[in-house]
């Protein structure tokens, strides 16, 4: 006997989803059912496909947490081609991945589709023929309550919407999760832009800025999954326990491809110990040193004094010097890589012998110019005249030598910058040279300086204003050929390098022609808070506007003096473990070590920046110098004198300290025994 259908809306959607799950249980068997042993083509292609098909079984998981759909839209006329000759509309549910049914209907529509499009834009103002538009909530897994807004009726008020403020302040535990169900207007009309061009997002504390850019990564890989696929995609982050605490968000979306590192990662040629000065370190990422490098690579090109003369069998081809000299003046100045020039100056060399061999009767062919080119006599003049060069090698030369960087640097380097940049200690070999992080660009600017850098399709870069003018090249190397999204706040620069407009760090990305969009509206943030912060702006970012939030929570601000030090910053940690969610207790990296061995004794479990939290602990220990990017439901800020006093300078700490203060979505309590700074009190 069937079963009745319920007129109960909200067990109808649980039907719904329960059969959505279904339909995705069926379509990762049939998947999984697939046989391969009669498939033709060669063992590589065989396992080529294997992979495809085991990445789409990965891609068609259900996470059991993690809902189907999240809304639906209801339009006022149909959609489908097959419908829209009836005149009644359509109804479809919006989620994270696409699920059919049997016959190949949809029953979950992927939040990328064009359909899907006004879930994000439709308004009362612009309802893009959606009549209404409704939000679900739920609870782990289970569907629990459904909020609905009909767009084109004039009577019904114009209100918030209470599941969407919920989803927005969920309790942070565990990485960072997708905000697909609660992206808006604007943050949309970023996600959506297009593959061609490249947009940069200045975007204050909460603003989303980060989920922005990765929701951009993975509607560009449903837009062009073809072309990205060929070209790759790639998410670069300021550090290990950023990436980390990030790392969950595409696959959750079913995107398994996207490759992550840091820039200390991308150019990775040499083994990094040492450090550099704050002023060693400024000057190696300046962009003179391009220049300076650009000359280093090519000191060792000399012009012949001696013709190449090719003996072959009883004759002898003699290629003067002045032809040499006119073939070695004609590859220095066209604009190819040293590599490749170094490559090509044997072929013509060769060339200009075959030409002396044709004017005395012969007839060679291709053949007969590659053996020229592999000639002693040949080998010896580009040897002699065009060296091969080791990047590493000469980074380290340039580094220890004070008369070969003197001589690179002529008119680019003043001599006391070239002293500051001359390393204390001359390395011995490329082994044991205590190179900088700083140097490792250096070297990479230089590789590729001899060959050129494969280029994605498409790049995200977070966090992107602490990246001097040299980081900027070595990420643009990158995606010459591709486009990038570009993230930041010039407010929290914290590095001496770090860039004081975003036309400046587009023009040495490569990207000068890209699009700046500024959010300043805050979801994560509570407005107590990041007004707050934002007194700290005149000082630090004097022309940004200071953010607003759309969350005003009471309460969520606590400024505390102290005397009985480690007895206040324990009763904070308590106290805000008492409330549901991840807490942090954010410190200057001096103090880090005395307040882990606090905690330690008061029998408090905590957890390093980019760990993921648990039951049994929910606090984490974080250096002011790693908080960047990270969210906390509750923060305790230990003594923001010591946050200012760990940095170079007093406009770097206070932009250290602004960092800090944003990092919590729930509450914040600031702790402090020193004064605070003029800008707080």
């Known amino acids: 006997m069937p079963a009745t259908p319920t007129t109960d809306p909200l067990q109808r959607e649980r039907d719904h989803l329960a059969a959505s799950r279904s339909a995705l249980r069926a379509m990762r068997q049939d998947v999984e059912s697939l046989d391969l042993r009669n498939v033709t083509g060669t063992w590589v292609s065989a396992v080529i496909l294997r992979n495809q098909i085991e990445a789409r079984i990965a891609a068609l998981a259900d996470l059991s947490d993690t809902p189907l759909f999240f809304g639906r839209l209801d339009y006022l006329h149909a959609v489908s081609e097959e419908l829209s000759e009836g005149g009644g509309g359509e109804s479809f549910y919006i989620g994270r991945r696409h699920v059919h049914d049997a016959d190949g209907d949809p029953m979950v529509i992927d939040w990328r589709a064009p359909v899907s499009q006004p879930f994000y834009r439709a308004s009362r103002a612009e309802p893009m023929d959606v009549e209404r538009r409704r939000r679900f909530g739920y609870t782990g897994g289970e569907l629990t309550a459904y909020e609905d807004e009909h767009l084109t009726d004039p009577t019904e008020a114009d209100t918030a919407s209470a599941l969407l403020a919920a989803e927005i302040e969920k309790p942070r535990v565990g990485p960072m999760r997708d905000i697909v169900a609660t992206i808006q207007p604007e943050q949309d009309e970023i996600v959506r832009s297009d593959i061609t061009g490249t947009i940069c997002v200045q ?3 909460g603003t989303g800025k980060t989920a922005v850019g990765l929701h951009r990564v993975a509607y560009l890989l449903y837009a062009h999954r073809e072309r990205l696929a060929r070209t790759g995609t790639l998410v670069i982050g300021p550090n290990n326990a950023f990436l980390s605490y990030i790392e969950q968000v595409l696959p959750a979306l079913g995107e398994l491809e996207v490759a992550q590192a840091t820039v200390q990662q991308l150019v990775a040629h040499v083994e990094v110990k040492g450090e550099d000065t704050p002023e060693a370190a400024r000057l190696k990422g300046d962009a003179r040193m391009a220049e300076v490098l650009r ?4 000191a060792g090109i000399t012009l012949p004094t001696e013709p190449c003369v090719v003996v072959r069998g009883s004759r002898r081809w003699r290629v003067p010097v002045y032809e040499l000299v006119e073939i070695i003046e004609e590859l220095k100045g066209r604009d190819i890589r040293y590599g490749a020039a170094r490559d090509a100056l044997p072929q013509r060399i060769a060339h200009a012998v075959l030409l002396k061999m044709e004017q ?39 580094l220890s030598e004070p008369e070969f960087l003197a001589e690179c640097a002529e008119g680019v380097l003043t001599a006391e910058e070239q002293q500051a940049v001359l390393w204390p200690k001359p390395g011995r070999s490329v082994k044991t040279a205590r190179w900088t992080p700083a140097d490792a660009v250096l070297v990479d600017e230089a590789t590729d300086l001899v060959q050129r850098t494969p280029s994605l399709g498409h790049v995200v870069l977070d966090e992107a204003q602490d990246l001097s003018p040299m980081q900027y090249r070595a990420v643009g190397r990158r995606c010459t050929t591709g486009s990038a999204t570009v993230l930041g706040d010039l407010a929290q620069g914290t590095t001496p390098w770090a860039t004081a407009s975003w036309p400046d760090a587009l023009h040495h990305l490569g990207k000068p022609e890209a699009h700046v969009e500024e959010l300043t509206k805050g979801f994560r943030v509570p407005e107590e808070v990041i007004a707050y912060a934002s007194r700290l702006l005149p000082a630090i970012a004097p022309g940004l506007a200071p953010a607003t ?46 307040l882990a061995e606090l905690l330690t004794g008061a029998g408090m479990p905590f957890l390093s920046p980019g760990t993921e939290t648990s039951t049994e602990a929910r606090l984490t220990l974080v250096p002011a110098s790693l908080a960047k990017g990270l969210e906390y439901d509750y923060v305790v800020l230990d003594e923001p004198a010591a946050v200012i006093a760990g940095e170079p300078d007093e406009r770097t700490g206070l932009r250290r300290l602004y960092v800090a203060l944003t990092r919590a979505v729930s509450g914040l309590t600031v702790l402090h025994g020193e004064p605070l700074p003029e800008q707080l009190r």
């Open 295 to 298: 000359r280093a690579v090519r």
């Open 203 to 205: 975007g204050a504390p």
């Open 360 to 398: 005395g009767g012969e007839a060679p062919d291709d053949r007969v110019q590659d053996a020229v080119a592999r000639n002693s006599a040949v080998k010896a003049v580009v040897k002699e005249c065009w060296p091969a060069v080791d990047p590493a090698k000469l980074v380290l030369r340039l």
């Open 549 to 594: 939030s759309v969350r005003d929570a009471p309460g969520s601000l606590v400024i505390r003096p102290v005397t009985e030090w480690e007895d206040a910053v324990l009763d904070a940690c308590r106290e805000a473990l008492k409330n549901e969610g991840s807490t942090a207790l954010i410190a200057a990296d001096a103090r880090i070590p005395q």
